[in-house]
């Protein structure tokens, strides 16, 4: 990233938010990560050493968002879309087409949210502003998510877990578990290694 924290090989004529803090030896392949990126606090993101976020990855980041990508980890083509927390630890991997959202961002309530959507018609831009509650996500370290894997408001996922692809994941994930399936069962226990486990 440049002084105008531009970055200098990206296809897509973008900037970091100010309110993102990139550690240096991070890479991000393009800014168009960020042409949902709304968050309003003083720290919306912050992308931990080492850590690479590819194309296709989207920071769908609303105005309370705070969102954390830990050390080495690596984001090919997700979705974060963060209405309060997300949380993703050290040496996670997260595959193509993965969504982790801690808002549904519509009302459950048939009336409420057809009334929803009738307001978003005139807004500019469109985007929805119903009071739903978001509920943090938080991701361990040395976590593996599938692709096409979707993860819900309020789910925790424990260290060395495995999130097969194309899995729902609606309840909290034990560390070292395999989990499969919609909704998400799990198949299968692993046991650490020594060097695995975090400090």
Known sequence: MNAARMLPWDWYPGTIPDNVVVDETAYIETTFSFTLYRSRQPLGLRIGRGASTYL????????????????????????????????????TLISWNVVLMDSYRVPFDAAQR???????????????????PARPVHV????????????????????????????????????????????????????????????
């Open 56 to 91: 296709g990855t989207m920071f769908d980041a609303g105005p309370q968002a705070r969102i954390q990508v830990g050390e080495f980890t690596l984001i090919h083509g997700a979705r974060l879309i963060c209405d309060a927390e997300i949380v993703i630890g050290a040496y």
């Open 114 to 132: 057809r009334a929803e959507l009738e307001r978003v018609a005139y807004r500019r831009p469109r985007a929805f502003e119903a009071d739903v």
């Open 140 to 199: 361990g370290s040395n976590v593996w998510i599938g692709f096409d894997a979707c993860v819900l408001p309020g789910v925790t996922i424990g260290d060395g877990a495995v999130i097969g692809a194309r899995s729902v994941v609606t309840e909290d994930v034990p560390a070292y578990a395999v989990v499969a399936g919609n909704p998400a069962q799990v198949v299968r226990q692993l046991e650490p290694r020594k060097e695995e486990e975090t400090p």
